[in-house]
């Protein structure tokens, strides 16, 4: 009989920890300080090759 019990109820355990860790984060841990500041220049990240978009000759490469 527990070999049914279990496996049904482990969504609810599994959503009850996570309220669990909602209600303790909003309530216990100290408020979160104010963000800090983006850097002025973002690092730009290379362009992808013109040849990514096109589709391959031979597919069983």
Known sequence: MYAL?????????LLAVVMG???WEDHL????EAPVEAP???????????DA???????AR
Do not use: G, K, Q, Y
Request: aromatic residues 6%.
């Open 29 to 32: 841990l100290p408020p979160a």
């Open 40 to 50: 002025a220049e973002a690092s730009s990240t290379p362009a992808a090759h013109a």
């Open 5 to 13: 019990i279990v496996p049904a109820a482990l969504p609810f355990v």
């Open 53 to 59: 978009s096109r589709p391959c000759d031979n597919p």
């Open 21 to 23: 860790l909602s209600w």
